[in-house]
């Protein structure tokens, strides 16, 4: 664990595929941070598929970290770059969390983003507040919708984003990975053009960085995910940070 002034080691996944023609460069790293005594971040990076998946659990106790694992093991083992598989996996996660909160008697909830591949484009999955970014043409593009009281706010007018009333409604989660209601995920498909770049992140990386940071360091940074996950760590290191890069060549 970081400790606040120390230097946390940061570690990076690396890994190559070759897609209908397509090279896709992805990169991936996660570190804990000052806040919490463990990373309940749960990151997979896929060596034999185009496959990256980003979970985040609520809080910090035994809830938490089954959640992370949990989803994320059930998205692996389930994902297929269609709507209906994808759907299928989030409700499956969705079930066994729910068990698990009750088998634990505490919250039991994740957030849950993630790029799936074929060999014609690619499918986002999104519940919670973890984010997926696109830089194409230079331009930086949050392609996911953050499901919180705090994102309704901001777009709606009901507070300055920088109010008090804002900070708190960022906790407040609309969907996420075992709520009671069982909230289906946004699936949205992408193309994968050559020179993209796709960032997948939990809000302890994209509420640490900036945005303007974040696309310079996705243009012109040879080691993005490092970088970021470094400056995440300079600003605090509030919260554990993960984040994985997928580049399109």
């Known amino acids: 664990m970081a400790r606040l002034g120390a230097i946390e080691e940061i570690k990076i996944r690396r890994t190559e595929l070759t897609v209908a023609g397509r090279r896709l460069a992805m990169t991936a790293g ?53 709507p209906g598989p994808l759907r299928a996996a989030d409700a499956e996660a969705q079930r066994r969390l729910r068990e698990a909160g009750h088998r634990l008697g505490e919250l039991t909830g994740c957030t849950l983003t993630a790029f799936v591949g074929d060999d014609h484009d690619a499918w986002l999955v999104q519940i919670g507040d973890s984010r997926a970014y696109r830089l194409r ?58 020179g993209d770049v796709y960032l997948l992140c939990t809000d302890g ?11 310079e360091v996705l243009t012109r940074d040879g080691n993005p995910v490092g970088t970021l996950l470094a400056e995440s760590l300079r600003a605090g290191g509030n919260d554990n940070a993960t984040g994985a890069v997928i580049a399109v060549h």
């Open 30 to 82: 996660t570190v804990v941070g000052n806040r919490y005594p463990a990373n309940f971040d749960v990151l997979h990076l896929d060596d034999g598929r185009p496959l990256v998946v980003v979970a985040d659990g609520m809080g910090a106790g035994e809830g938490s970290r089954v959640a992370g694992r949990t989803t994320v093991d059930v998205f692996v083992g389930m994902a297929a770059p269609r």
């Open 137 to 194: 043409d230079g331009q930086l593009e949050l392609l996911t919708v953050d499901h919180t009281a705090a994102w309704l706010g901001a777009v709606n007018g009901w507070y300055p984003f920088d109010s008090p009333r804002a900070h708190a409604d960022r906790y407040r989660l609309m969907r996420y990975v075992g709520h009671p209601d069982q909230p289906e995920p946004d699936v949205l498909n992408v193309t994968l053009r050559p």
């Open 205 to 215: 990386l994209a509420e640490q960085v900036p945005y303007g940071r974040i696309a």
